[in-house]
């Protein structure tokens, strides 16, 4: 079953397409990684799944219903981020009470027991918390409230690293125990790509790639070498990025056109093969600039 | 019941550190990596003919990673016939299954590496002879003569 | 999957309304605030007269509870103008929510409002008395009394103040629509009062006060509230219903 289904999406703010032409759609129960560049689109694109803001044109539906003014979309699903509010009369212990009283599949006990072991205060306030506070403490809300689709927007920010590998671990965990649908999006590739099972990558409002994180790994290869050697190798092949490190070294990542099938070939022409970490691999495809920012220094 | 137990033996596993098995930085794809454990705890008998071995779910949990990809690893095992599925049960492992990892291995793994070796010593202009008595010499280190 | 729940308007409206009592409980210490300003200032009373003989002088001091009801009217207008504004929207949709929901649940907490200042209300009104009598040592002689005329008082308080938490929605609704209302309706109001201080013509406000106040029928008066309240609402419900929630 799709959860999420969205067909030439398009969404103007001011006359700028913020998203264009999206189509793609979500399965149920899969953590899926939304990727891309500050101004993608990312947020745009979470808050219309979430029912906040309306599309412009084009078709979205969660569990077969347009979001916007949906309480059944509404109340299976949850939109974590930063920008979460309470009202500042409420105190910690009374939001995480509400929260219960909103969302059925809401476990009070997983709740607290998170709120105690982030050593929260029940008569504390929302707005007086620091900010890797304030992730916290939604990411509690998000996790405790096992919505049917759960949307995490950058929700580390201002966490430490020991807290972001507790959330990792708790998301983990709690996914495995109540499966779900949840989809994070974060700047922190590196950290979550494990937790991810697909990948949504977009840029300039538009889906790049959609695939199962395994295939993403193998979709493109570095090679590392003598020039001369590399540029012979690279013949023929689509080059994402080059840089040419030292007088007569060269990196460069290249699509491989099926896994494993450039690694045995540049064993035998004497270069070497280096694995792209995935937060390189986004950037070189979506970047323009083929040697990125070296290039803005080059003085040619 | 069973479960219980495997339960509590995946967070012990995690948390001494089950995750450092891991490198990220390789090429060799996760799931891939996955594998290749199991396969060495088939090898040293952790895991005996017809054993169920770990779920995706408990991999999951001692890996930190996403349940598919676990489940990725079990299915390349599967194929590799060193696995096999009992519906509801789970993946247990075959009778051949520690026949085939030492073959995998050495006609694989130990011929790749022979290959690298040949390769760098041939960059290094090293000659068949000094190869050879060098081999020979880690070998009387390690195995004895 | 977890399991897909399902829920309705009126579940939804009941437990946002909940919600927003706990959460809006600093209007209701701002009522009892602004109230116990009113009766300070209605202490002083609002006129005297005096009237002297050969051996009598008698001095008569009027005290009257219009501030306390004035001062409650502006507190019910600014509440409902607070709760449209952004911040008290977003709130509803850290949880389960859609726009209609959020404008009942409103409707729902305005009355409640209402309902609770307009029984302060005339207490207050009577608590002037009180004070003036025990505290201030003088014989009253009150022109109010009796429990119905307390009832009948607090039901024809709660009208006004539910019709201007209505006009003072729509205000904020508007406001939310476009800033520019922030200038445009004080200036149309004002403008309108000098407009009809200045010409001849047929003055617009004060017959719609008119309409309003000195209606003799009770049933009348109340039909003419509550429909008013209800368009003014309605109106209201209708735009919020399409505006996005930033977040």
Redesign the interface.
């Known amino acids: 079953m799709n959860v999420i289904e969205c067909k030439d999406l398009e969404k103007l703010y001011f006359r700028k397409r913020v998203l264009n032409n999206l189509s793609f759609s979500i399965e149920e129960n899969k953590i899926t990684g939304l990727i891309g560049r500050n101004g993608a689109g990312k947020t745009t694109l979470l808050k219309i799944i979430a029912g906040y803001i309306k599309e412009t044109n084009g078709d979205i539906n969660v569990f077969s219903e347009r979001p916007f003014n949906s309480l059944n979309v509404s109340v299976n699903s949850i939109f974590v981020d930063d920008h979460m509010s309470f009202p500042p009369a409420l105190q910690l212990g009374e939001i995480l009470e509400e929260a219960g009283r909103f969302y059925p599949n809401w476990n009070a006990k997983l709740a607290k027991r998170l709120f105690d072991y982030f050593r929260f205060d029940e008569k504390g306030y929302h707005n007086r918390l620091s900010k890797g506070k304030t992730s916290t403490f939604n990411m509690i809300i998000g996790l405790a409230s096992r919505c049917p689709l759960t949307i995490f927007d950058e929700p580390t920010t201002g966490m430490d690293e020991a807290v972001r590998k507790d959330f990792y671990r708790a998301l983990l965990k709690d996914y495995i125990a109540y499966p779900r649908t949840i989809i994070i999006s974060s700047h922190h590739v590196n950290e979550i790509e494990d937790l991810l099972e697909d990948v949504l990558l977009i840029h300039d409002g538009k889906k790049l790639l959609h695939l199962p994180i395994g295939e993403l790994k193998e979709w493109a290869i570095a090679i590392k070498g003598d020039s001369e050697t590399v540029v012979k190798f690279i013949e023929g092949k689509e080059v994402l990025y080059k840089n040419e490190v030292g007088v007569n070294t060269m990196y460069v990542v290249v699509k491989q056109d099926s896994p494993g099938s450039l690694k045995e070939k540049a064993h035998l022409a004497g270069v070497e093969v280096v694995s792209v970490p995935s937060s390189d691999l986004f950037v070189y495809l979506t970047t323009d600039a083929k040697g990125g920012i070296d290039d803005v220094f080059k003085n040619n | 019941m069973n479960y219980y137990i495997l339960h509590y033996n995946s967070n012990a596993l995690y948390q001494k550190g089950a995750r450092a098995i ?1 490198n ?4 060799k ?3 891939v990596q996955i594998a290749e454990w199991i396969e060495s705890e088939i090898l040293n008998n952790h895991f005996q003919a017809n054993q169920k071995v770990y779920s995706q ?1 408990q991999l ?2 001692m ?7 676990a489940a ?1 690893g079990l299915n390349l095992l599967v194929d590799e016939n060193i696995l096999f599925k009992k519906r509801g049960l789970g993946m247990f492992v075959t009778d051949e299954a520690k026949e085939i990892i030492l073959n995998k291995r050495k006609n694989q793994t130990l011929k790749r590496l022979v ?2 070796l040949v ?1 760098e010593a041939k ?1 290094l202009q090293m000659n068949k002879q000094e190869l050879i008595e060098m081999i020979q010499e880690a070998n009387d280190e390690e195995v004895g003569p | 999957m977890m399991s897909l729940k399902t829920t309705n308007l009126i579940e939804t409206v009941k437990n946002q309304y909940f919600f927003k009592l706990k959460a809006n409980i600093d209007s209701f210490s701002s009522l009892v605030g602004i109230q116990i300003l009113a009766i300070l200032f209605s202490l002083g009373g609002v006129g005297s007269s005096g009237m002297g003989g050969a051996e009598i002088s008698v001095n008569v001091k009027h005290y009257s509870s219009d501030m306390i009801f004035v001062f409650t009217l502006i507190w019910s207008f600014i509440t409902a103008v607070t709760i449209t504004t952004r911040p008290y929207r977003n709130h509803d949709f850290s949880f389960v929510s859609n726009r209609l929901s959020s404008s009942l649940s409103n409707i729902l907490f305005l009355g409640t409002a209402s309902l609770l200042g307009g029984v302060t209300c005339i207490l207050s009104g009577n608590l002037v008395e009180i004070i003036a009598n025990v505290f201030l040592n003088q014989q009253v002689y009150s022109l109010t009394g009796g429990a119905s005329h307390i009832i009948l008082g607090i039901m024809i308080t709660f009208f006004y103040l539910f019709l201007f938490s209505a006009i003072g929605y729509l205000v904020g609704t508007l406001v939310q629509v476009s800033k520019l209302f922030v200038i445009v309706l004080p200036v149309l109001f004002i403008g309108l009062l000098f407009l009809e201080a200045s010409t001849s013509r047929e003055p617009f406000l004060s017959n719609l006060f008119q309409f309003f106040a000195m209606e003799p029928n009770i049933s009348l008066f109340i039909v003419k509230m509550v429909l008013t309240s209800v368009a003014l609402f309605t109106v209201s419900l209708s735009i919020l219903n399409r505006l996005e929630v930033r977040r």
């Open positions: 891991l990220t930085n390789s090429t794809p996760i799931y779910y999951a949990e890996y930190t990673i996403n349940p598919a990809t990725k290959q690298e390769l960059r």
